[in-house]
């Protein structure tokens, strides 16, 4: 297909990538509207729609009132078709998409397991309403969606999501209130590099941030701000920014409305957490820990057979998996638990859905234990348990590797598992119930469930051995650090006093191994298994026999109508293609789902219609008609992308394209894509072998290649061969050469270092050589637009 480009920030095109993201075709999507919203829900998710008409006018309300401005109808999706956490909004066309899932402790999100739904909504819904602030330079055009796509432009997304963070918070139990987000926030403001908002503007980096610079930072400025001087000033801070065009950013708009210095305030913060962080130290905490490797960033899941340790690694130069101590031994598995006797099991996502395996000597692929698992441990050597999700709502599962049968122990019901182990014929778990979190275990000579904790705090990460529960939790100064609870004597001891905070722990060979924090992500360690240790006075241990509400999945629903996704959307961009230009208005319905779309072009010599049209149904078509000299002509685009696992991941891409004048075939392009096992090294992707099949215009044509890495150089060599009788052999090249972002106000615009790659190629039937090189920076403008930048082009 002939290349095109809509001018205007390339929206158009990503606003059609939210298709699939906010849903599939369904014949079991149902709505229902309240007095601003229509809800859009499968029929056995009418639980949760009932839980927003209760609280979603009057959040509308409440937020018009803070950002003076009313969107109109919002539309939100809640559909059950992912096994991950997450939610998003589009601005631009008052939209929501609501995934229900509830997050586990680890995540840093929030306790709301039984009110996540209106917990996650009210964060998404404050999107709308900032993506929906105009100003009196652009309230003068009639097309809001223009509107709206120009104000987004200087939105940065740090003020995105710290006022959602900040609503979230002020409404329900948010992010200001959980202890493993500040502990992200206390690394970075205590590091030396802070501060880096600029790099939560919008555009992507490729530099870690353990939840995002953008949620980080935005969090950080909303809490202080309205700590320090009020909701009131900033509102006014918010609107300032909106108010003014192109050079207005937070920190001038924060000294208008405040009278006081940026640098002063960014200063205010850092005294004032190094302050809290001095008190620390003469509290007695540690500042740091010795780390045993170079492991860093997201490595967790620690874990023991008895005999090594294992666990998921990240580490610069490496590729990331399931490490046995110093070999790589699951390559991009992250989730994953090793028995006594050494067998292994681990969850994959495919097409969104967590897959079961237990890995075997089989020759295709690894046994398929179960679907749309979060959390799993083995009992022994031959059992395993683990939860399963369904409709929001989780379940207790036993599975039997001898017979493949498989018990459910714990019903149906709104909590969340964070991990579980097995001791005396009790499966202990740390989970969020009734929106608390504590330590439980079944009972399996009865299956009674027994809450052995009941506080405030969390607990999460627990291992048992000697009788001893040991495992995380924030009980003294909001800090994680490991405790272990003697189920003999019920005595309480502290085993870890860092100042940030440490996680996972395992006992082998009389060591506690764990994993700390800082600022540079989590690092693997250990300590003599008594060293540190100090009975606490915290009681915690109080078992009581517990009963799960009961939720009916078959909620009884009433005056519910079947949704049909109509055209909604109207707008009228400019169009370029080749050297033609025109103006085009385009027609999208509610889902982006589908739409339409026609116009003119001219090269100023003559005028030519064209008309486009789009569905995403199956698959992603896309088909182009222009009228030129008394005849049509058609470009129809099909494609398809699968992911299936055989022992690793694989990605499978068909793509079909068709050019016609008339009925009459032009071009014919149909090509065959596989990808086995991608992953990533310091940011840059890489695959283990792809192999490409193609047919063009009456030829035939095949290239296979491979990618791999050498000291930071990614390196992809391949082999072309068609049916002309050309055969090349060559690779490819890039590397990053200077990975430093510059920017200006406020990282409204900045450079994004210097990337070169290049590439070399013999064609061995022409004799004749092939080769490219271009160097290249990445430009920021208006802090979302990422654009390439050649420096040099050969």
């Keep these: 297909m002939k290349k095109f480009l809509v001018v205007f920030f390339m929206f158009l095109i990503a606003l059609i990538s939210y298709g699939e993201m906010i849903y599939n075709f369904s014949q079991k999507a149902y709505e229902?509207?309240?007095?601003?919203?229509?809800?859009?829900?499968?029929?056995?998710?009418?639980?949760?729609?009932?839980?927003?008409?209760?609280?979603?006018?009057?959040?509308?309300?409440?937020?018009?009132?803070?950002?003076?401005?009313?969107?109109?109808?919002?539309?939100?999706?809640?559909?059950?078709?992912?096994?991950?956490?997450?939610?998003?909004?589009?601005?631009?066309?008052?939209?929501?998409?609501?995934?229900?899932?509830?997050?586990?402790?680890?995540?840093?999100?929030?306790?709301?397991?039984?009110?996540?739904?209106?917990?996650?909504?009210?964060?998404?819904l404050n999107h709308i309403f900032y993506g929906n602030m105009t100003n009196k330079y652009i309230s003068w055009i009639p097309d809001n969606i223009?509107?709206?796509?120009?104000?987004?432009?200087?939105?940065?997304?740090?003020?995105?999501?710290?006022?959602?963070?900040?609503?979230?918070?002020?409404?329900?139990?948010?992010?200001?209130?959980?202890d493993l987000f500040n502990m992200y926030l206390k690394a970075e403001i205590l590091s030396k590099?802070?501060?880096?908002?600029?790099?939560?503007?919008?555009?992507?980096?490729?530099?870690?941030?353990?939840?995002?610079?953008?949620?980080?930072?935005?969090?950080?400025?909303?809490?202080?701000?309205?700590e320090k001087y009020g909701e009131d000033k900033l509102r006014e801070i918010i609107k300032d920014i909106n108010s003014h065009l192109f050079f207005s950013t937070i920190s001038t708009s924060f000294e208008r409305v405040t009278d006081e210095k940026?640098?002063?305030?960014?200063?205010?913060?850092?005294?004032?957490?190094?302050?809290?962080?001095?008190?620390?130290?003469?509290?007695?905490?540690?500042?740091?820990y010795k780390a045993l490797d170079d492991s860093y960033h997201y490595t967790s899941n620690l874990k023991t057979d008895g005999n090594y340790l294992y666990y998921y690694k990240q580490s610069p130069g490496k590729r990331s998996g399931v490490y046995k101590g110093n070999k790589l031994i699951l390559p991009d598995i992250r989730n994953f638990d090793i028995s006594d006797d050494g067998k292994i099991t681990y969850i994959t996502q495919i097409e969104n859905m967590n897959l079961l395996y237990l890995k075997c000597d089989c020759p295709i692929s690894d046994t398929l234990i179960d679907k749309r698992v979060k959390t799993f441990k083995f009992i022994d050597n031959n059992r395993i348990v683990y939860t399963k999700i369904n409709n929001g709502l989780t379940a207790i599962f036993?599975?039997?590797?001898?017979?493949?049968?498989?018990?459910?122990?714990?019903?149906?019901?709104?909590?969340?598992?964070?991990?579980?182990?097995?001791?005396?014929?009790?499966?202990?778990?740390?989970?969020?119930?009734?929106?608390?979190?504590?330590?439980?275990?079944?009972?399996?000579?009865?299956?009674?469930?027994?809450?052995?904790?009941?506080?405030?705090?969390?607990?999460m990460n627990i291992f048992i051995k000697n009788n001893k529960l040991y495992y995380t939790a924030n009980y003294e100064d909001n800090i994680f650090n490991i405790y272990s609870l003697n189920l003999k004597t019920k005595k309480l001891t502290k085993l870890t006093n860092h100042i940030y905070g440490v996680f996972y722990p395992v006992v082998l060979n009389e060591n506690l191994y764990f994993l700390y924090y800082?600022?540079?992500?989590?690092?693997?360690?250990?300590?003599?298994?008594?060293?540190?240790?100090?009975?606490?006075?915290?009681?915690?241990?109080?078992?009581?026999?517990?009963?799960?509400?009961?939720?009916?999945?078959n909620f009884k629903i009433n005056n519910v109508n079947k949704y049909k996704e109509e055209l909604k959307y109207g707008i009228l961009f400019p169009y370029i293609e080749n050297d033609d230009v025109g103006v085009i208005y385009a027609a999208i319905s509610e889902g982006i789902n589908y739409g339409i779309g026609g116009g003119i072009l001219t090269d100023f010599n003559e005028i030519i219609p064209v008309v486009g049209v789009y569905l995403d149904y199956y698959t992603q078509n896309f088909a182009k008609f222009k009228y030129l000299n008394n005849n049509i002509y058609s470009e129809i685009n099909i494609s398809k992308n699968f992911e299936f696992y055989l022992k690793k991941k694989n990605y499978l891409n068909i793509n079909i394209f068709f050019q016609l004048e008339n009925s009459k075939f032009l071009s014919k392009d149909i090509q065959i894509s596989l990808t086995k096992s991608p992953y990533t090294?310091?940011?840059?992707?890489?695959?283990?072998?792809?192999?490409?099949?193609?047919?063009?215009?009456?030829?035939?044509?095949?290239?296979?290649?491979?990618?791999?890495?050498?000291?930071?150089?990614?390196?992809?060599?391949?082999?072309?061969?068609?049916?002309?009788?050309?055969?090349?052999?060559?690779?490819?090249?890039?590397?990053?050469?200077?990975?430093?972002?510059?920017?200006?106000?406020?990282?409204?615009y900045g450079f994004d270092g210097i990337r070169i790659s290049g590439g070399y190629g013999y064609n061995l039937s022409s004799k004749k050589s092939l080769w490219k090189l271009s160097i290249i920076t990445d430009f920021t403008a208006l802090y979302w637009l990422n654009i390439p930048v050649p420096i040099f082009n050969k």
Aim: hydrophobic fraction near 35%; charged fraction near 25%; avoid cysteine.
């Design 681 to 748: 090294i310091n940011s840059q992707n890489y695959y283990e072998n792809n192999i490409l099949f193609g047919y063009k215009d009456n030829n035939y044509y095949i290239q296979t290649s491979t990618a791999f890495d050498i000291k930071t150089l990614k390196i992809e060599p391949y082999v072309y061969y068609d049916t002309i009788g050309n055969m090349i052999l060559g690779t490819n090249i890039s590397k990053k050469l200077w990975n430093q972002y510059f920017s200006i106000l406020d990282g409204k």
């Design 193 to 226: 590099e802070y501060p880096r908002y600029s790099l939560g503007s919008g555009a992507s980096k490729d530099i870690w941030s353990p939840a995002g610079f953008n949620y980080m930072y935005g969090a950080i400025f909303t809490k202080e701000i309205s």
């Design 146 to 178: 223009i509107k709206k796509i120009l104000i987004s432009s200087w939105e940065p997304s740090y003020l995105h999501e710290g006022l959602s963070i900040y609503m979230e918070s002020k409404y329900f139990k948010g992010r200001f209130q959980n």
């Design 518 to 553: 800082n600022e540079e992500g989590y690092h693997l360690s250990r300590i003599k298994n008594s060293d540190l240790a100090k009975e606490s006075k915290i009681f915690i241990y109080k078992p009581q026999k517990k009963e799960l509400d009961n939720y009916n999945k």
């Design 398 to 459: 036993i599975w039997d590797l001898r017979d493949s049968k498989i018990r459910k122990v714990l019903d149906w019901g709104k909590y969340i598992v964070n991990d579980f182990y097995y001791s005396n014929n009790k499966i202990y778990f740390s989970g969020n119930i009734n929106n608390q979190n504590d330590i439980y275990y079944i009972d399996l000579n009865n299956y009674d469930l027994i809450q052995v904790t009941n506080d405030k705090y969390t607990e």
């Design 32 to 124: 229902k509207e309240t007095k601003y919203f229509k809800f859009v829900f499968e029929k056995d998710l009418y639980l949760y729609y009932d839980e927003l008409k209760n609280v979603s006018d009057k959040l509308y309300e409440d937020y018009s009132g803070f950002y003076d401005t009313k969107p109109g109808s919002i539309t939100v999706f809640i559909f059950d078709d992912v096994d991950f956490v997450n939610a998003f909004a589009v601005p631009q066309i008052n939209i929501i998409r609501l995934y229900i899932n509830s997050p586990q402790a680890k995540m840093g999100l929030s306790t709301n397991v039984e009110n996540w739904i209106p917990f996650v909504f009210s964060h998404e």
């Design 262 to 288: 940026w640098n002063d305030f960014l200063l205010y913060i850092k005294v004032k957490y190094k302050n809290e962080y001095i008190e620390l130290l003469n509290k007695g905490y540690d500042s740091d």
